[in-house]
């Protein structure tokens, strides 16, 4: 059963763009990434290689220390610069770019004067990191708001998982 469900993931799509203004993905840019065809041309579903346009997409991370593209601490795929989200929202016509993979304190944090966003849905991720979800909605104008998702009181959860049967 629980392969089943990881099997699935293999055929999600990797990025989705809104409006043809907001790009969105799990990870972030890849140095490899010249047109949006390559990524409509990616097969699914497929494992997700160590390197590469698919893995960065998933695995990249903003960073504000980097100029370009650097070397990532995770040990898999890159960080990218705020010179890099810059030249890539011109490049490609888009206003902003939205991403996951990382765990920020109030669900959603802005990089690169706010042409870039990562949003965080799992609130008090892993029972560790005390940190905020949120979810973006974007109107017909484009326009973003935040619905933030508070951590759960810990002491209601004990009790709640105290209580019910799973």
Same mark, same amino acid.
């Given at each position: !059963?629980?392969?089943?469900f990881?099997?699935?993931?293999?055929?999600? $799509? +990797?990025?989705?763009?809104?409006?043809?203004?907001?790009?969105?993905?799990?990870?972030?840019?890849?140095?490899?990434?010249?047109?949006?065809?390559?990524?409509?041309?990616? !097969?699914?579903?497929?494992?997700? %290689?160590?390197?590469?346009?698919?893995?960065?997409?998933?695995?990249?991370? %903003?960073?504000?220390?980097?100029?370009?593209?650097?070397?990532?601490?995770?040990?898999?795929?890159?960080?990218?610069? +705020?010179?890099?989200?810059?030249?890539?929202?011109? @490049?490609?016509?888009?206003?902003?770019?939205?991403?996951?993979?990382?765990?920020?304190?109030?669900?959603y944090?802005?990089?690169? @004067?706010?042409? /870039?966003?990562? /949003?965080?849905?799992?609130?008090?991720?892993?029972?560790?990191?005390?940190?905020?979800?949120?979810? !973006?909605?974007?109107?017909?104008t484009?326009?973003?708001?935040?619905?933030?998702?508070? $951590?759960?009181? @810990?002491?209601?959860?004990?009790?709640?998982?105290?209580?019910?049967?799973?």
């Amino acid at each position: !059963m629980w392969k089943t469900f990881t099997d699935c993931f293999n055929c999600l $799509p +990797v990025a989705a763009i809104v409006d043809e203004k907001i790009f969105c993905c799990h990870g972030g840019l890849s140095p490899d990434l010249q047109s949006m065809e390559q990524i409509r041309r990616i !097969m699914r579903p497929t494992d997700v %290689p160590d390197q590469g346009l698919l893995c960065d997409l998933l695995w990249s991370d %903003p960073d504000k220390d980097t100029n370009g593209y650097g070397e990532n601490d995770r040990g898999v795929s890159f960080t990218f610069g +705020v010179d890099i989200v810059g030249k890539f929202l011109t @490049k490609h016509d888009f206003d902003l770019i939205c991403r996951a993979h990382q765990v920020v304190e109030d669900g959603y944090e802005f990089f690169a @004067k706010r042409q /870039l966003v990562t /949003l965080f849905s799992a609130p008090n991720y892993c029972g560790e990191f005390d940190n905020a979800g949120a979810m !973006m909605s974007v109107d017909d104008t484009l326009m973003c708001s935040f619905q933030i998702l508070k $951590p759960a009181d @810990k002491r209601g959860f004990q009790k709640l998982a105290k209580n019910s049967k799973f």
